[in-house]
């Protein structure tokens, strides 16, 4: 029996004596599809499909920040290769300098395969409850990764030991 594969050779024929050529052909076909979407994930800055974050430090939202009242959304680019994330970039927004700093370490804490090389973006949301506390507590955090990281925080009540009493 003779089979005619689709390899991207027009018109190669293959033997099919126990099947070894067409399952070889299908193989080198499938592999160079793969390549081919790797390659072209790399030349667009974006992470391919089978990119998953392997080891990842929890992210934290700063202490000082929850004092000072600080949220908002950081932006970050980042660039990985060989599963390692080798640059981080972010949308400077000089107010939010400690949230920037928080994602940036957060970010560099995180592994892929040693196969994956891309750019991906991801947010930070850095946000805090309209309620206060009385004490210090963990925040909420939401992990979609590699596109969005969600902290939500509870801020302590402010209190003033120095203040005069009220009469």
């Known amino acids: ?19 070894g050529d067409v399952h070889r052909t299908t193989f080198v076909s499938i592999l160079l599809i793969v390549s081919a979407y790797v390659l072209q994930c790399a030349a667009q800055n974006t992470l391919p499909w089978y990119a998953v974050v392997e080891h990842a430090e929890v992210p934290r939202y700063p ?8 949220e908002g959304q950081v932006h970050l680019h980042v660039l990985v ?53 009385i004490s210090s507590e963990n925040p909420y955090i939401e992990m979609r990764m590699p ?3 969600r902290l939500l925080a509870r801020p302590v009540r402010r209190t003033c030991s120095d ?3 009220s009469d």
């Open 81 to 133: 290769k060989a599963g390692i994330i080798v640059s981080v970039d972010s949308d400077r927004t000089p107010n939010l300098a400690l949230l920037i700093k928080a994602a940036t370490e957060n970010v560099k804490s995180w592994r892929f395969s040693p196969k994956v090389n891309g750019g991906f973006d991801v947010t930070y949301s850095f946000e805090l409850r309209k309620d206060e506390g």
């Open 63 to 70: 202490v000082l920040a929850i004092s000072a009242r600080l």
């Open 147 to 149: 596109e969005s990281i």
């Open 1 to 19: 029996m003779t089979l005619l594969a689709s390899t991207g050779v027009a018109g190669e024929r293959l033997s099919n004596n126990r099947g």
């Open 163 to 165: 203040c005069p009493p």
